[in-house]
């Protein structure tokens, strides 16, 4: 079995999700003969045709209400937003439409649907191509915010989002689209879409992380492994519905938990979590509660990009404040 | 200079406001049956809307947008549907919805803030109402793509309000549908205002149905007072949508006698003396001065009328008005197809916390 990236892995469930099921349309700009801006749809539209690899003109509005047509009349639209910083328009169709269609009908109509976004820092892209505004969307009823952190969960994850009778919004942190690379059995199993995964297991601290700052949280954690500190780090996954359970119990066990995200701190997941602990895991706690983030800022342009990420010695830091607690 | 483009905007009318014949009706005209189902339904809409203001009046309904004067408009485009067509209605369009079987008792339900009211037990297909304006273009256009794909003869229907036409979803939507020649069809209800902005503060453009030339596609107008005229041109439209010949825009000109909603008090921006005017073109008296002229519709036949009319409504709203509310838990029994855990939780603490 050959590596694949986790851009691979979104094609890899992509054409299984269409081979396996021929209501799987894809949507969006430039997917079809261009394959995608980062190519995650190459090789669809000739294998699947133009009826189900569409392209579409330049309506970001547009393919999230079409989406919510089209899954209203049983088709399971996946559609593609060439950055996240283009989402927006689709946020009026997401809230108002998508997120309420089954409630509102009680259960007449429903709108399966996947809108795919990549997303966050760390290109070097032009403006508003850098942003990680996950939150907007864990805010909103009725859908899944769901964001893959490694190829095989990428592909496990995103055949659960099509497969799932409910609309989900699917942020891909482009960062680490194509490293690092891991094995992806293209099984056609699916992973579950509200558990979190416990990516390394440990005693004494708990990392909570999702996206592409996995690899710092990791790198932090081989780093505390070699001073004698056994860090557990969680990735979230499925933000929204969010596993507390797991994290919980993760914390029941280590008494101290670092949270880290790309995304600006306040009002970010991350709070979510943070309240999370305080309601029901304060008992177990034997430090406060500490979030790494992103600043409360306009992401920078790409010159002061890596001041604004979250960085391996920010989360250190942290993690040792943390520690220090008796 | 080379001209490249050009464009006209056809209207249609084929009664004027005194009921009588400006030219030759249509085929489904010549049958007296036809137009005195079309004049029945528009009562029946009328009467049902003052029946909710009524309600909403003695606090017993929420917020309710009356059709009142614009009813030829959903009652002319539902008449031109098939049932197997879908319809996709603004929050104004009663009328439509009425023709399309769904219960006077839903639409009660709804405004007296029930979703049931918009779990249709007849068009199941059909959308519920859409309150965001135009934003249910884009859903019209998804439906007539799903229908595309399935090779089906079937066509969207979509009605929004002129101020719906200064929306990019509604561009949107006619663009796309332009390009993919979708069976959807796209009906304003033009009357005049968009809660206190006129129609000539909406856009500079002459008519609303030109909107449809940056698009691609055919847009036509029609006096929305005209219900054969509605009725028309919206069938013309849909039977276009179900040869595979595209979509079309369906301007119906006609006038808001009432307030926006029962929120609403229209004294604040508008003239009475403009309403009055109006009043003269409404389309129930029109076609019931042309069925009379012509022998079709008698004083006990519009007694009749009344009568039976109120007498279904008076049914549909003590029905509603029986109806016990849902359980508080009810909000998350459709939230997601299964609950997830993290909102089980939550359901069990407001059951715990409303048990009688």
Not at chain 1, 35 to 43: I, Q
Not at chain 2, 10 to 27: I, K, Y
Request: glycine content about 8%; overall charge negative; hydrophobic content about 45%.
């Amino acid at each position: 079995m050959s590596e694949t990236t986790l851009v691979e892995a979104v094609r890899l469930a992509l054409a299984r999700a269409m081979a396996e099921d021929e209501t799987v349309l894809i949507l969006g700009e430039d997917v079809g003969i261009d394959g995608g801006v980062f190519r995650a749809t190459d090789g669809l539209m000739s294998r699947f045709g133009a009826d189900r690899v569409m392209d579409t003109p330049l309506s970001e509005s547009l393919f999230a209400g079409l989406a919510v047509g089209l899954g209203a009349q049983g088709f399971r639209p996946v559609v593609e937003y060439q950055f996240m910083g283009f989402i927006y328009p689709a946020v009026d169709q997401i809230v108002n439409h998508a997120g309420r269609l089954r409630n509102r009908t009680r259960g007449r109509l429903s709108c399966p649907m996947v809108i795919r976004a990549p997303y966050g820092g760390g290109i070097h892209a032009p403006e508003h191509h850098s942003e990680s505004m996950e939150a907007l969307f864990a805010h909103i009823p009725g859908i899944r915010v769901v964001i893959p952190s490694s190829p095989a969960r990428a592909y496990g994850l995103l055949l659960a989002a099509i497969r799932d009778p409910d609309p989900v919004v699917f942020l891909e942190p482009k960062r680490i689209y194509r490293a690092p690379k891991e094995e992806v059995a293209d099984d056609g199993v699916a992973a579950p879409l509200d558990l979190c995964f416990v990516v390394r297991e440990g005693r004494d601290v708990t990392l909570v992380t999702w996206g592409a700052m996995i690899v710092e949280t990791l790198a932090a954690a081989d780093t505390l492994a070699a001073e004698g500190v056994e860090a557990e780090v969680i990735d979230v996954a499925a933000l929204k519905p969010l596993d507390m359970a797991t994290i919980l119990s993760s914390v029941e066990r280590t008494g101290r938990c670092v949270i880290v995200h790309e995304a600006p701190l306040s009002g970010g997941v991350g709070a979510e979590i943070a309240a999370g602990l305080a309601d029901r895991g304060l008992v177990n706690l034997l430090a406060p509660v500490q979030r790494v983030a992103g600043y409360d800022t306009v992401m920078p342009l790409p010159r002061l990009e890596t001041y604004y990420m979250p960085t391996e010695e920010r989360i250190l830091r942290t993690v040792r404040r943390v520690l220090a607690y008796a | 200079m080379t001209q490249v483009a050009s464009f006209t905007i056809e209207h249609t009318q084929f009664l004027d406001p005194q009921g009588r014949r400006t030219q030759t009706p249509p085929a489904f005209a010549q049958d007296p049956q036809a137009l005195i189902g079309l004049y029945k339904a528009m009562v029946l809409t009328r009467t049902f809307d003052a029946k909710a203001v009524a309600l909403q009046r003695t606090g017993r309904l929420g917020t309710y947008a009356s059709s009142l004067g614009q009813e030829a408009v959903p009652v002319g485009a539902a008449a031109a549907m098939r049932a197997e067509d879908v319809f996709l209605p603004s929050f104004r369009e009663q009328g439509a919805q009425i023709l399309r079987g769904v219960q006077m008792v839903e639409i009660l339900l709804y405004w007296g803030g029930d979703e049931r009211g918009s779990d249709f037990a007849g068009p199941r297909e059909d959308f519920p109402i859409c309150v965001p304006v135009g934003t249910h273009a884009p859903h019209a256009v998804g439906v007539a793509r799903a229908f595309q794909l399935r090779g089906e003869a079937r066509v969207a229907v979509c009605i929004f309000g002129d101020g719906a036409t200064s929306r990019g979803d509604v561009y949107e939507a006619m663009n796309f549908a332009g390009v993919h020649r979708l069976p959807v069809v796209f009906v304003v209800n033009n009357n005049q205002w968009a809660i206190s902005v006129p129609r000539t503060r909406q856009t500079a453009a002459e008519t609303l149905a030109q909107k449809a030339v940056a698009a691609g596609i055919p847009g036509v107008q029609v006096d929305g007072n005209d219900v054969i005229a509605v009725r028309h041109v919206v069938a013309a439209a849909i039977e276009r949508a179900r040869a595979d010949k595209g979509p079309t825009l369906v301007e119906a000109l006609t006038y808001r006698l009432s307030d926006h909603t029962t929120a609403d008090d229209a004294g604040r921006y508008r003239d009475d003396a403009e309403v009055s005017a109006h009043w003269k073109e409404e389309p129930i008296a029109r076609l019931r001065q042309h069925l009379s002229d012509t022998g079709h519709w008698t004083k006990a036949e519009e007694e009749a009328l009344i009568t039976d009319c109120a007498a279904r409504i008076e049914a549909a709203a003590s029905e509603y008005l029986a109806t016990p509310p849902l359980p508080p838990t009810a909000m998350f029994d459709h939230l997601y197809a299964v609950l997830p855990a993290a909102l089980a939780e939550q359901r069990a603490e407001l059951e715990e916390a409303t048990e009688p």
